[in-house]
């Protein structure tokens, strides 16, 4: 069954925009005919549409499960966005297939990019949540300065990515534990500044290794999402 | 330091093609230079450039390094490749990263895609290999028919994800080991047919499921290379 992101109400949804279009044109949907629908916040519902408006559907519903397949624990990845957005836009599916919460983009010292589409990466987000079945559309973020990032009041448990041995770094795989929010962040090619790691220290981020190997931006977050979902297997 | 891929004969090395053009042309290179150079095949090393050539570039070996790197056991994925082809260069990439060993493609019955172009995908082997700054460089096989394919001698322990109720299938998390090889199977979109299922179990393979989620087939295989190389940390 095809699932749709819509608004629920009640024992009703309506779903409109791109998803009705999608619905009434594309699939040539019909009343009567019965799909599945979310908030995308948690709801995931099945219906039978009543009626097909020029631009909404409106949909009632048979079946309800609030906090679908909720996850005990939270993930917040905040990551320099690479030079080749291609990168990135596969991270942001990929993720939301894995499983994540959030996703924050940096603007940092050695970054190479300095704006997002915020728009499309949205969209990359959404369909990944209706091709994977899943009640929760990820959270993304504008670009933010690291600087300012970090010194927000962030209560997961903090954490800096990076390759400088002048720093102590505990290796991820041992420090991580199940059932608990954390929020990592991923620097760019050219790694983390000196400086923005010591600030990051101060602000309460602990240092971690991501392995021997020398993993590109996108895969050493994807490395972090598979991680985390893993030891809460 | 830069990676590049050569023939290592004692002391000395010479790279060729691509790589020499790229060392010579593209990064305009000097004799006298350092650099790295792997065999793609365990061996690691270091060189000074002795000479360069219109075809060619010689070094001379400092330091050499056999089985670098080299992990207690072998990863082999066996994947029906999906329709768009990017997918699929996007996990070759990523799995180089992340570490595998080998990977064949799949000819199943409910397959859309009937060809490869093998030396492309090579190429991006190679790359993910240099960034990576790898010494092992993953073998490719071109499509092979699924039925002939699960009824080679394959000494790995013999896995197939799908989802198909009808099978039992145990979960991936829960039966794998450390130090042990894989040889994984992953089906097309429309997952293996009941009849490949039925025939892959004749032939010694177990069935696998890779948790609740729907996950897309280079999602699936990147899941399953993650969750090996995890389980070895």
Not at 8 to 16: K, L, P, R, W
């Amino acid at each position: 069954m095809q699932l749709f992101v819509g608004n629920i109400q009640g024992n009703f949804a309506e779903i409109s925009g791109d998803e009705s279009q999608h619905f009434s044109k594309v699939l040539r949907g019909k009343t009567g005919q019965e799909l599945a629908i979310t908030d995308g916040k948690g709801t995931m519902a099945k219906g039978i549409v009543l009626k097909i408006n020029s631009k909404s559907v409106e949909v009632e519903l048979v079946e309800i499960q609030e906090n679908f397949e909720i996850r005990p624990y939270k993930i917040h990845i905040a990551i320099a966005p690479t030079k080749n957005m291609e990168r990135m836009e596969f991270l942001l599916e990929k993720a939301t297939e894995i499983g994540i919460d959030e996703i924050t983009f940096l603007k940092t010292f050695h970054s190479e990019r300095k704006n997002i589409n915020l728009e499309r990466s949205r969209k990359i987000l959404l369909s990944a949540v209706k091709q994977s079945l899943k009640a929760y559309i990820p959270e993304i973020h504008d670009l933010v300065k690291f600087t300012d990032f970090i010194k927000k009041n962030h209560s997961a448990t903090k954490l800096i990515a990076h390759c400088d041995s002048d720093f102590e770094r505990k290796e991820f795989h041992k420090i991580i534990q199940p059932e608990n929010d954390y929020l990592i962040l991923i620097g760019p090619e050219g790694d983390f500044s000196k400086e923005e790691i010591q600030l990051a220290e101060e602000n309460g981020f602990r240092g971690i290794s991501l392995g021997n190997q020398r993993l590109r931006t996108e895969t050493a977050a994807l490395n972090s999402v598979f991680g985390l979902n893993w030891i809460n297997n």
